[in-house]
């Protein structure tokens, strides 16, 4: 039983570039969430999925921000114009719904920096 | 694995202590919190629960206290082991399905 994994770990882009993170959730898992954590901060909620709908997407910081989930399972996010104030580790979890909070299980993440 | 952060609160034990972690919440509405480890290069893990009709929950080597009054939790471990050494975050639930996360502490056992 694999979990939530996630690619690339690492992603070194220049400011301005385009960039695609990809999420891997659990087999079966209905919902599936995007965090940003920043060094030294907890998570940041960025947005999250039941099925293929975007069902909230309050935490996505500007239009540069856009993530999709085409066939209600994996799921990418995506960065236009990246900023150095970008660079963080994006966190995705998944969960077999969004009422079991508390069976959300995070992938390592990937660390994007934007040079 | 990259380090959760750099300049978090720390807490130094000594192993076989029992430690406990602090965090404040924001929200007086909120009613259900949890705990997260977070070991380096890796995301979250949950620990332990709790809802806002309960005071006290515990778990294995684990408690966790809610103060719905001050809007505080803190986390115990007993018998801190080596391998406790992490990041500890609380979180709350907000009204719709999404976890609001605290800032964090590092929590380091001396052997």
């Known amino acids: 039983g694999a979990g939530v994994s996630q690619t690339p770990s690492n992603k070194v882009t220049e400011k301005g570039k385009y960039v695609e993170l990809r999420c891997d959730p659990i087999?079966?898992?209905?919902?599936l969430y995007w965090y940003r954590q920043s060094l030294g901060q907890g998570p940041e909620f960025l947005i999250y999925?039941?099925?293929?709908?975007?069902?909230?997407d309050s935490g996505l910081p500007n239009d540069r921000f856009f993530a999709v989930r085409p066939e209600g399972s994996v799921s990418t996010l995506k960065i236009q114009r990246t900023e150095r104030g970008d660079s963080a580790v994006y966190l995705c979890?998944?969960?077999?719904?969004?009422?079991?909070?508390?069976?959300?299980?995070f992938g390592p993440g990937t660390r994007l920096t934007v040079l | 694995g990259e380090s959760v952060g750099l300049h978090l609160p720390t807490l130094s034990v000594q192993e076989g202590d029992n430690s406990i972690i602090n965090c404040a919440y924001s929200?007086?509405?909120?009613?259900?919190f949890i705990w997260y480890k977070q070991e380096s290069g890796k995301g979250p893990q949950f620990i332990i629960d709790?809802?806002?009709?309960?005071d006290k929950r515990q778990g294995q080597r684990v408690t966790v206290l809610l103060n719905k009054t001050v809007k505080h939790l803190s986390l115990q471990i007993a018998a801190t082991q080596p391998g406790d050494s992490a990041v500890y975050f609380c979180?709350?639930?907000?009204?719709?399905?999404?976890?609001?996360f605290g800032s964090g502490t590092r929590l380091l056992v001396r052997p």
């Open positions: 087999s079966g898992h209905t919902a």
């Open positions: 999925f039941q099925g293929t709908g975007a069902a909230d």
């Open positions: 929200n007086s509405a909120s009613d259900y």
């Open positions: 979890a998944s969960s077999l719904d969004p009422t079991r909070l508390n069976e959300q299980f």
């Open positions: 979180a709350e639930e907000d009204s719709s399905y999404k976890l609001i």
């Open positions: 709790i809802r806002s009709n309960m």
